[in-house]
């Protein structure tokens, strides 16, 4: 079982023992406080429970799916299209049994461009999202957890959450 599925259970845990927010939250960051809003049916783990390197990691009400929101290190490509090559051939090298269902695309929504690709594991689809903000390249993962809603709802609700973190302050 991979290191991923065994930090989803401990939260899946750790969520009934501890209050999380469903509304407009204050979040801190290294370096400075964030506004978001978390979408509706979605919780954000207190920072306390999530390893240092996830910005942020939300978890829907019905533990149907997740998003985690990491920055990326040590990038000194400016192409989306290059980034996402990179984090796909990563996400696959940690898990053999992974298998890619989309290869990167670089889209553009509003002012948010970003690179995406689709990925599945153990029969469930993953889908990543490499934007930048500011000097800072970021890696959204929407992971679902079961089957139980389309896909494409989910996809929007990650995009609309990339566009907001991006114009955040």
Same mark, same amino acid.
């Given at each position: 079982?991979?290191?991923?599925?065994?930090?989803? !259970?401990?939260?899946?845990?750790? !969520?009934?023992?501890?209050?999380?927010?469903?509304?407009?939250?204050?979040?801190?960051?290294?370096?400075?406080?964030?506004?978001?809003?978390?979408?509706?049916?979605?919780?954000?783990?207190?920072?306390?429970?999530?390893?240092?390197?996830?910005?942020?990691?939300? !978890?829907?009400?019905?533990?149907?799916?997740? #998003?985690?929101? +990491?920055? #990326?290190?040590?990038?000194?490509?400016?192409?989306?299209?290059?980034?996402?090559?990179?984090?796909?051939?990563?996400?696959?090298?940690?898990?053999?049994?992974?298998?890619?269902?989309?290869?990167?695309?670089?889209?553009?929504?509003?002012?948010?461009?970003?690179?995406?690709?689709?990925?599945?594991? +153990?029969?469930? #689809?993953?889908?990543?999202?490499?934007?930048?903000?500011?000097?800072?390249?970021?890696?959204?993962?929407?992971?679902?957890?079961?089957?139980?809603?389309?896909?494409?709802?989910?996809?929007? !609700? +990650?995009?609309?959450?990339? +566009?907001?973190?991006?114009?955040?302050?």
């Amino acid at each position: 079982m991979s290191t991923k599925y065994i930090f989803i !259970i401990t939260i899946f845990i750790s !969520i009934i023992f501890f209050s999380c927010s469903t509304t407009t939250t204050t979040t801190r960051t290294s370096t400075n406080t964030t506004s978001l809003t978390i979408p509706t049916g979605w919780n954000i783990l207190d920072k306390k429970l999530i390893p240092s390197y996830f910005t942020h990691f939300l !978890i829907k009400e019905d533990y149907s799916s997740a #998003l985690t929101l +990491q920055s #990326l290190y040590n990038v000194a490509d400016d192409s989306l299209m290059i980034i996402g090559n990179v984090s796909l051939r990563s996400k696959l090298a940690e898990e053999p049994s992974r298998r890619a269902t989309k290869v990167p695309t670089v889209w553009k929504k509003g002012s948010l461009v970003f690179s995406t690709y689709t990925y599945i594991e +153990q029969g469930l #689809l993953r889908r990543v999202m490499v934007f930048r903000k500011e000097n800072t390249y970021y890696e959204l993962e929407l992971l679902q957890l079961k089957d139980t809603e389309p896909f494409e709802n989910l996809i929007e !609700i +990650q995009t609309t959450f990339a +566009q907001q973190f991006c114009m955040s302050v």
